[in-house]
């Protein structure tokens, strides 16, 4: 399991952003797993798919420590809560957790996003322990269902050419990241709430090439039509926040943004993308040479939801 630098044991207090060691050991981590990635012939299943939690659990730990949320690292459970108003990002991502602690673990996280004032989530890949964690958090009044965690060989991803009106560019300017926000804001996931946080994370996190984030933006005329980013972590390249403002769906510009932001991640030395997809986007990413591998089940639950009886 890839656990990070500076974990401490302890639930820690808001830190606001990435340090300049994180990011130096990130980095650092990632030139020697894009080594061993380009001598790799054959990945195994069971590999993938943990790429796909772990990069999935490391891309929501960086937001919201950016955030300024709480986190808790331990061999028990790591979580980072209170650094967003998206229930999606004060999460749980890893547990390892004895039958007769989970129960426990998961009245530990609500109380934290209740003193927290947040909705929050448990993130459950394949690798979490107890097998019926998804059982558990629904007695505690979590609700939720699979998100396909699919993953891609890079080198064999099609070329995809986009619209001859659309112009796709990566995002290194506070002007590309207000264009990132406008997209993001008509067509993804809870909208202009989301998107603001977004924005804003990215911001404090940085756009330049010392950090392992790449963002991508597309215009059509000069309006923002689209956006993706790549996220670099556990040896791979992960794909987030694919979004097309719905007047500009059905053109090919979801698959185009996606092809250039995973085109770029090759000369970089990473030769497997992964994502984990929603039910509308999974056909298209499947154009591209993506499968499933994986199932990460998000459920959420909210300090507002009416109490259920303890399962304990």
Known sequence: ???????????????????????????????????????????????????????????????????????????????????????????????????????????ESQNLMRTSGVAGSWHVGPSMRPTDLGTRLEAHGFEGGPEPGMAVDLRAVPDVEAPTDVQISRVVTDTGLDAYEQVLSLGFGEGPPEAAWVREMYARIG?????????????????????????????????????????????????????????????????????????MGQPMYERLGFLEVCAVNVYEWSPLTPPTTDPT
């Open 207 to 279: 756009v330049g090439d010392h950090v392992p984030w790449r963002h991508y933006v597309g215009l059509a005329g000069g309006d923002p039509v689209a956006c993706a980013s790549v996220f670099f972590a556990a040896g791979v390249a992960g794909l987030y926040f694919v979004c097309t403002v719905p007047d500009a769906r059905r053109r090919g510009i979801g698959a185009a943004i996606s092809r250039e932001a995973l085109a770029g991640t090759l000369e970089l030395g990473f030769d497997v993308g992964v994502l984990g997809s929603s039910p």
């Open 1 to 107: 399991m890839s656990h990070l630098p500076d974990s401490n044991p302890e639930t820690r207090e808001p830190s606001g952003g990435m340090t300049i060691g994180f990011i130096g050991w990130l980095l650092a981590g990632l030139v020697v797993a894009a080594r061993s990635m380009r001598h790799m012939t054959d990945v195994s299943a069971t590999w993938v798919a943990r790429a796909v939690e772990d990069n999935e659990a490391e891309f929501l730990l960086a937001l919201g420590r950016a955030g300024g949320g709480r986190e808790r690292d331990d061999a028990e459970i790591t979580w980072v809560i209170g650094g967003s108003p998206i229930a999606y990002h004060n999460c749980v991502v890893r547990a390892d957790l004895e039958p007769e602690r989970a129960d426990a673990a998961i009245t």
